[in-house]
């Protein structure tokens, strides 16, 4: 018995399969006149039937499921390109689907044959949205003669919404609408009553369940100017000043639903708070300069005002031919909102090691300053700090102390860090710096231009471009560390030449770095299959003994690598080549996480 059971079982099972891979390989059409098919592709993406039948191990009851919910999705495809006449029928197996009951439905679906006769384009005959706030602009194609899409329709009132709103009136809703279409004329008729309500002032940031931030440094952090006209975009501004702390993993920032006392209008906050510490880890390797390891440590909120904290070390040069091994161990504390909610005040330290070709540098470096956010794109920093360098290289063995005051302006708007596919990046570095011990006075000039452009689809031909030049003025090659001069040669500057291979030489043996340097960098990426993609480069770099690239010399390294994009970006492998007559006597091989630059 039980064996004539397990039989049973096993052919009830087999069966199902049996459907499921029937249904599997239904063949859904859709049929449209002569003179109608330019809509074929809209109808196909609109419909769900085809979607489901190119599905695995769907069943009859799903694509019969799809095939009911079909008339609508046609009729509304067919709104969308102005066709308000179109008449649809679906047919499973020759049967129309309205008329085949829930409860009767077939144990297998062979094909699904959608009619669709569009009707005639309809074109607006009024198109009227009512009161329109000054200077709203609505779209272009919302006008008598136009053709009726439904999409423009939606656009419309939604600009005339938003353009009262964004002069504070948030309350803004729609009064009366009309919609008639004349089918004999294929007319359709627009009349669109708003009413916009108070203007309204910001009232009071409500914080909802408060948590591990308090709630003071939350409405400080905000910045929503209470008292101030209502705007819609200081309340995504207010949004994004609260998600770059970090400290929070979701925010919600709602009105409120009723207008309060003297026309204002309070903001409701829902904040989840994010997990307070991060660690993480990075690695590069390259055949010459060995292997760099990195990790860092995180608080996003260390006194309960969404503080950061972090501490990070580095270890390079591990098993390669450049030198020793360096050492940087650095920490950063930063508090948001500190004067005014887009200015943070920060406090840094750094203590490296650096054991180089041509100098050894042991350095201790102190500061402070202040960083604001001019927009989503902008920022600046300026502080003030101090260093102490113990240095040893080609002109001797010395000390020096400096009193410096760095400042950098960053322009960002690439739409990824680690693996940009279009934008600009753009950083200006300015150090004035005082020795305390020599008396010298003089600056340190840096500047990095990127550029990306992809051509075709999002993933398909990148160009990238990257421009870099440094100079340091002022002060003699002696009172400056090593590690404010310049160096060309490896995987930041010119892939192909040995790390910091070209620098001033001072006489047989005897090198240090530059006070001028330049270096231009082009790659093209090109997706070649899912998640891979291949990198052509080349790369120039410039290294001079004065400040502004008057006398020098340059070096040049082309090649070729592959990326693999993990998600979280590209695993990155290139192999390189000096220019020039010992062009291909050399390789060097490059590998780490994020495209170069």
Not at 392 to 417: I, K, Q, V
Request: hydrophobic fraction near 40%.
């Amino acid at each position: 018995m039980r064996s004539t059971r397990q039989i049973a079982r096993c052919f009830l099972f087999l069966t199902f399969l049996g459907v499921a891979r029937i249904a599997a390989a239904a063949e859904v059409y859709i049929q449209l006149p002569a003179d109608a098919q330019g809509l074929n592709d809209d109808l196909r993406d609109a419909s769900l039937s085809v979607q489901t039948a190119a599905e695995e191990n769907v069943t009859a009851q799903d694509l019969m499921a799809a095939a009911r919910a079909d008339y609508a999705r046609m009729v509304g495809a067919l709104y969308e390109v102005g066709r308000y006449g179109g008449v649809v029928s679906v047919k499973v197996d020759g049967r129309e689907v309205a008329d085949i009951s829930p409860l009767s439905t077939p144990r297998q679906v062979r094909q699904i044959v959608i009619q669709v006769q569009p009707g005639p384009l309809f074109h607006f005959s009024t198109t009227r949205i009512a009161p329109l706030a000054p200077e709203t602009d609505l779209p272009e194609g919302f006008r008598p003669g136009a053709p009726a899409y439904s999409d423009i329709i939606g656009k419309s009132v939604k600009a005339a919404g938003d353009a009262w709103r964004n002069r504070g009136h948030a309350k803004v809703a729609i009064a009366d609408q009309r919609m008639t279409a004349n089918h004999a004329g294929a007319r359709l008729s627009i009349d669109v009553t708003l009413a916009p309500g108070p203007r309204l002032t910001f009232g009071n940031l409500v914080i909802q369940r408060p948590g591990a931030v308090r709630p003071e440094r939350v409405r400080a952090i905000a910045g929503l100017p209470t008292g101030k006209v209502y705007s819609p975009e200081e309340v995504r501004q207010a949004s994004r000043r609260l998600r770059r702390t970090g400290a929070f993993s979701s925010v919600v920032l709602e009105e409120a639903e009723t207008i309060g006392p003297g026309n204002t209008l309070d903001i409701q906050a829902t904040l989840t708070d994010a997990k307070p510490r991060r660690f993480g880890f990075g690695a590069e390797i390259s055949s010459l300069e060995g292997l760099t390891v990195s990790s860092f440590w995180l608080h996003r909120n260390l006194f309960g005002g969404a503080e950061r904290l972090r501490i990070e070390g580095e270890v390079s040069g591990i098993g390669g031919d450049s030198g020793g091994m360096d050492y940087v161990f650095s920490t950063r504390f930063e508090r948001p909102a500190t004067f005014n909610p887009d200015t943070d005040l920060y406090l840094s330290a750094r203590a490296q090691e650096l054991d180089e070709p041509d100098f050894r540098e042991r350095s201790v470096r102190v500061g402070g300053g202040f960083l604001h956010r001019f927009s989503d794109e902008l920022t600046g920093e300026i502080g003030v700090a101090y260093q102490y360098s113990d240095i040893n290289d080609d002109l001797g063995s010395r000390t020096l102390e400096h009193f410096l005051l760095p400042a950098s302006l960053e322009y960002d708007t690439r739409d990824e860090e680690l693996n940009a596919k279009k934008g600009v990046y753009a950083n200006l570095e300015l150090t004035p710096f005082l020795g305390l011990d020599n008396d010298s006075l003089g600056a340190r000039l840096y500047f990095d231009a990127r550029q990306y452009m992809t051509f075709g689809k999002t993933d398909g031909l990148t160009f990238a471009t990257r421009a870099q030049f440094g100079s340091v003025s002022g002060a003699g090659i002696g009172e400056v560390p090593p590690d404010m001069l310049f160096y060309s040669g490896g995987a930041g500057t010119v892939r192909g030449q040995s790390y910091k291979s070209l620098a001033v030489d001072l006489g047989p043996g005897l090198r240090i770095g530059g006070r001028s340097f330049a270096a231009l960098s082009a790659e093209l990426r090109a997706r070649v299959k899912d998640k891979w993609s291949v990198v052509g480069f080349a790369d120039a770099g410039f290294v001079g003994a004065d400040s502004w690239w008057d006398e020098g010399e340059a070096h040049y390294g082309a090649g070729f690598g592959v990326r693999y994009d993990t998600g979280l970006g590209p695993i990155r492998v290139d192999i390189a080549t000096p220019l020039g007559s010992d062009a291909g006597e050399d390789i060097e091989l490059y590998i780490g996480i994020g495209q170069a630059f």
